[in-house]
């Protein structure tokens, strides 16, 4: 479900960028062109250099785990290219970073786009690979897979960069944000759901192969422990990102927008799509011609629909909840759009369904083209 969701994870990043250019080129003649394109390269300069220190960083501590204390031993091409980097970086980046701080006393300066774009991409860029990072080690902490030195140098590398990130746009922009506010709670909750998600399957997985024995069982505690350090992660970001903050923002379009399309638009057609894949199970098994021998298999992405179904409307009913919790009474333009998404899928839905029983009918009328299970496929 979560990669599912990266179409419109991306979509928001790109309306998160517009947004804050439209509001950048509005502040006036220190935003003309020029100065706009300045102020971007300088920032975008920032944010490469940081990579590549950071690389240099994570690349000297992994030849520290790997070979003890001869980093610099003849031939080692890694640790050389590590400490070029961190030789090389740290200056620039000290440098660059010295003269950006002096431009900050301007107030005017700590609202453009360029720090915005600079400290949200950095802090995502943090959040993703410190989260995943911590992911593993927590797998490894629980005995569900080996120890990854790589994970802990990165974690640690890209943790501390997050934190001094993330403090430092509290002093730096006016308001925390938004944007990167908005898309690490995204990203948090993409993989808090599809950890729960992936517990819940395994769980029913686990259950229609005790029932059924069909297929091959997985290693149950590990993928358990997966779930729950995905879990833990996942839901300490969201934690951070959205109940800390996130929801108590000030519901501007950008907002609404990320309720509306991340939280009841995504739900409730995830939603509506399993349970329209689980019905057309249930409809061809019982109008259809399958092998009554194969039921087990036949029906086998059943658990899969069902925790797609139950994920989706968890995710539908939280943001619905959200939209609605201390909102004036009356008839909003936000909840017009809001009505208009769910009539807009409960007509899709409805004209699927449509199509779908007529095909049914046709087939039941020309017994020629009766859907017949067969050893591969569901055949028309």
């Known amino acids: 479900m979560f990669f599912g969701l990266l179409p419109l994870l991306v979509l928001g990043a ?9 509001r950048s080129t509005g502040q006036g003649p220190r935003d003309a062109g020029p100065v706009i394109m300045r102020r971007f390269f300088q920032y975008a300069t920032l944010y ?40 090389v970086g740290v200056p620039v980046y000290l440098g660059l970073g010295a003269w950006v701080n002096r431009q900050l006393d301007d107030p005017r300066e700590r609202q453009t786009f360029g720090l915005s774009f600079y400290l949200t991409a950095t802090l995502i860029t943090g959040l993703l690979v410190a989260g995943y990072a911590a992911f593993d080690l927590l797998r490894w902490a629980f005995g569900a897979t080996d ?22 746009i509290d002093r730096f922009l006016e308001v925390r944000g938004e944007g990167h506010i908005l898309v690490g709670s995204a990203l948090s909750l993409g993989h808090f759901g599809t950890a729960i998600g992936f517990g819940l399957f ?37 934690w951070i990102y959205w109940l800390r903050n996130g929801l108590h923002l000030e519901r501007t379009p950008l907002w609404n927008a990320y309720t509306l399309l991340l939280g009841v638009f995504s739900g409730l057609s995830a939603a509506i799509g399993a349970a329209a894949g689980l019905l057309y199970l249930v409809l061809v098994w019982f109008i259809g011609d399958p092998d009554p021998s194969r039921a087990s298999s036949f029906f086998d992405p059943a658990p899969a629909l069902v925790v797609t179904i ?49 095909l049914v009918v046709i087939q039941q009328i020309t017994p020629s083209a009766r859907i017949i299970q067969t050893d591969s496929d569901i055949n028309v």
């Open 48 to 87: 490469g250099v940081l990579i590549v220190v950071a690389l240099g960083f994570t690349g000297l501590l992994e030849q520290l785990f790997g070979v003890g204390s001869d980093v610099v031993r003849r031939g080692s091409a890694d640790a050389a290219r590590a400490i070029a980097f961190i030789v």
């Open 147 to 168: 120890f990854d030195e790589t994970s802990l140098v990165r974690g640690v590398v890209w943790g501390v960069i997050w934190l001094i990130h993330w403090i430092l």
């Open 310 to 358: 139950a994920i989706g409307l968890a995710f539908f009913f939280y943001h619905r909840a959200v939209l609605a919790e201390g909102g004036p009474r009356r008839r909003t333009e936000v909840r017009r759009i809001y009505e208009y998404v769910i009539a807009g899928l409960g007509l899709v839905s409805f004209a699927a369904g449509i199509t779908v029983l007529l």
């Open 202 to 238: 395994t769980v029913l997985d686990r259950l229609y192969f005790e029932v059924f024995e069909t297929g091959v069982a997985g290693s149950f505690s590990d993928d358990l422990l997966t779930a729950l350090a995905g879990l833990i992660v996942g839901g300490a970001f969201w």
């Open 14 to 22: 790109i309306v998160v960028i517009i947004v804050r250019a439209v």
